[in-house]
Each structure stands twice: as C-alpha cells, then as structure tokens.
T-cell receptor, first 108, second 115 residues
C-alpha cells in the first residue's frame, strides 16, 4: 500500500509564483525524498531530507520536515514553465514507498 | 556514467500474451527495483532484486515475476496479460549519494498497452 500521500493532487499556478506541495506519511523514517516526473518519463531525484533535519534548501527548492506530524512540504520558488511535472515524495525502508503525486502545471 | 536503461520503451500486446521487460542499472549498482504506474494509482512496488536475489516483493499476483543476472541486469515478466496490466513499468537502481543515504535512479520506463 502507499506510504505517502501528496496534497494537493493537482496544482496550477502562473509562472513566477511559488508552488507548495505537501506529503504525509505513516511510519517512522530515516529520510524523506522528493522526486519529479515529467510526463510519461522516469522519476528524477530532487532532494533528500534526513529525519533529524527540519529544513533543507537546494536552488529554488525548499523542503521542510515535521516528524511529529509525519509530514513534509516542498516549496518551489519563482516557478518556471519547465517545472511543469508531477512531484512525488518517497520514504525509505525495506523498499521505497511513493505517494500518488502532485501534478503541477506552471502557466507561462 | 550511463543511466538506467529500459527496453523496450513501448510495446503493444493482446490479452493472454506474455511480455518480458529489461532493465540495465547504473554500473556498479547491484539493486534493481520495479514499479508499475497507472493513472491515479501512483507507483506500485513490484519487487526488488539485489545480487540476483529477490529481496522484497509487493502485492502483485504470481503472473508478475522477475529475475536478476550476474551483471545486475534485470528482467520482469508478466504472463497471461490482462487489460489492467496496461501501465508504465519503471525500473530503478539504488545507489548511495554523498551523504550515504540511498536514492533511486529511474529509467525512462516501458509503456505497455494491452489490447
């Protein structure tokens, strides 16, 4: 069964705006990761945050983690049309558990 | 270094047939995982192989099987295809990033259509 759930399922914003998507998970984790998938392609690893970290930045990406609430958020600042994709959170374990994804559309 | 290679990229089969998909992981990676992705279902874990042994298995019927060879290349097979098997099948190899954490590198996927 799915470990993570992303919210919202779909998000549409104008270019230049910020995009925020959330992830909730069920069990304890070592780390939480975010991946991006362009239409019909494989997933690409974006960023990883460890369970003892609360916030992490990478370029225009900012990830937060709240282990007490078992939730994470991914913020993409100053969005571009090229950011249009689906975004998945994943938790590690014996296997990687992926959520159902947030479909982000950035309108030029 | 070369990424994860999946073949074929697209294929069309009819109900009742069987299909074999191939995945070559990143050189040096010994773990290969397979996922099924259908609209609205997210990524469903099929199985993971490590050093030619199945290490984990998802909740799929026995029609779905896999194997891994000594060079770490992996194949998955689906027998007696059903319409519901139409999906994007993704392969991923597991490696360690500089922090020591495991991350997955995915192939481009094999798009299976069952008619």
């Amino acid at each position: 069964s799915q470990q993570g759930e992303e919210d919202p399922q779909a998000l549409s914003i104008q270019e230049g705006e910020n995009a925020t998507m959330n992830c909730s998970y069920k069990t304890s984790i070592n780390n939480l990761q975010w991946y991006r998938q362009n239409s019909g392609r494989g997933l690409v690893h974006l960023i990883l945050i460890r369970s003892n970290e609360r916030e992490k930045h990478s370029g225009r990406l900012r990830v937060t983690l709240d282990t007490s609430k078992k939730s994470s958020s991914l913020l993409i600042t100053a969005s571009r049309a090229a950011d249009t994709a689906s975004y998945f959170c994943a938790t590690d374990g014996n296997q990687f558990y992926f959520g159902t994804g947030t479909s982000l559309t950035v309108i030029p | 270094k070369a990424g994860v290679t999946q073949t074929p990229r697209y294929l069309i089969k009819t109900r009742g047939q069987q299909v074999t998909l191939s995945c070559s992981p990143i050189s040096g990676h010994r773990s290969v995982s397979w996922y099924q992705q259908t609209p609205g279902q997210g990524l469903q874990f099929l199985f993971e192989y490590f050093s030619e042994t199945q290490r984990n298995k998802g909740n799929f019927p026995g029609r779905f099987s896999g194997r891994q060879f000594s060079n770490s290349r992996s194949e998955m097979n689906v027998s007696t295809l059903e319409l519901g098997d139409s999906a994007l099948y993704l392969c991923a190899s597991r490696g360690r990033e500089s922090s020591g954490a495991n991350v997955l590198t995915f192939g481009a996927g094999s798009r299976l259509t069952v008619l």
